[in-house]
């Protein structure tokens, strides 16, 4: 009896120093996947939310684009079309104001005001068409001046260039353009003047493109106050 009680004791004694042994590399490897987890997998979890977020968020841009483009496919067309009348019409009163560039709906109809904004295709009463930015060479800054070129030392004096979009303002009900006008950009950098031991480069001689904002402000003070 005393020899098992021995081998039980042995056996128990065992199975302790192996739980033990257990318990020991389990806390070394948590101990090890710590860092690992911190220097990768959580920036690899914020990395691959981010990627889902802007996919998520191109994704259901492009369906509104698509459900946009169908639902509105007729009115978009006024912008393409070239039989529209030069004759101009009348600002309706209380519009409802849809604005496409590029065959679809424009960011800046956002900044117009709750009233101006349509709530389906048959409650649109005007159309604003907004063309491409583009560059125009221009021969004089707005004031008049032309600048001194001549340290760019080429045969032929460059030109001037600022940006420009056109802006076509369309009264649905009568088929009638309201208003059809070039919105300019500021003057090239040149324009303002360059010092003595300045040099003027080619980067100079461009104006930067039209923001959102000076676009938007001519459309409000063409229609008025809501």
Same mark, same amino acid.
């Given at each position: 009896?005393?020899?098992?009680?021995?081998?039980?004791?042995?056996?128990?004694?065992?199975?302790?120093?192996?739980?033990?042994?257990?318990?020991?590399?389990?806390?070394?490897?948590?101990?090890?996947?710590?860092?690992?987890?911190?220097?990768?997998?959580?920036?690899?979890?914020?990395?691959?939310? &981010?990627? @889902?977020? $802007?996919?998520?968020? %191109?994704?259901?841009?492009? #369906?509104?684009?698509? !459900?946009?483009?169908? *639902?509105? +496919?007729?009115?978009?067309?006024?912008?393409?079309?070239?039989?529209?009348?030069?004759?101009?019409?009348?600002?309706?009163?209380?519009?409802?104001?849809?604005?496409?560039?590029?065959?679809?709906?424009?960011?800046?109809?956002?900044?117009?005001?709750?009233?101006?904004?349509?709530?389906?295709?048959?409650?649109?009463?005007?159309?604003?068409?907004?063309? &491409?930015? @583009?560059? $125009?060479?221009?021969? %004089?800054?707005?004031?008049? #001046?032309?600048?001194? !070129?001549?340290?760019? *030392?080429? +045969?032929?004096?460059?030109?001037?260039?600022?940006?420009?979009?056109?802006?076509?303002?369309?009264?649905?009900?009568?088929?009638?353009?309201?208003?059809?006008?070039?919105?300019?950009?500021?003057?090239?950098?040149?324009?303002?003047?360059?010092?003595?031991?300045?040099?003027?480069?080619?980067?100079?001689?461009?104006?930067?493109?039209?923001?959102?904002?000076?676009?938007?402000?001519?459309?409000?003070?063409?229609?008025?106050?809501?």
């Amino acid at each position: 009896m005393q020899i098992v009680a021995t081998l039980v004791r042995l056996i128990e004694r065992w199975r302790m120093r192996r739980h033990d042994k257990l318990k020991l590399w389990i806390g070394m490897l948590l101990a090890a996947s710590v860092p690992i987890l911190l220097c990768y997998g959580i920036p690899m979890w914020f990395v691959d939310r &981010r990627f @889902h977020t $802007e996919a998520n968020a %191109t994704a259901t841009a492009q #369906t509104f684009n698509t !459900l946009f483009q169908a *639902e509105y +496919a007729s009115l978009i067309a006024v912008c393409d079309s070239t039989n529209k009348a030069d004759e101009e019409g009348r600002m309706p009163g209380n519009p409802k104001v849809l604005v496409i560039q590029h065959g679809t709906r424009a960011s800046i109809q956002d900044g117009l005001p709750g009233s101006w904004q349509p709530t389906s295709p048959g409650d649109v009463s005007v159309i604003v068409c907004l063309g &491409r930015q @583009h560059i $125009e060479p221009i021969e %004089t800054c707005l004031d008049g #001046t032309t600048p001194d !070129l001549s340290t760019l *030392e080429r +045969a032929i004096t460059p030109k001037l260039k600022r940006y420009v979009i056109e802006v076509t303002v369309y009264d649905v009900a009568d088929s009638h353009i309201v208003r059809r006008d070039m919105l300019w950009g500021d003057d090239p950098p040149v324009c303002a003047g360059v010092d003595a031991q300045q040099s003027v480069t080619d980067d100079m001689l461009y104006g930067m493109d039209i923001p959102s904002d000076d676009i938007l402000n001519w459309l409000m003070g063409l229609i008025g106050s809501p």
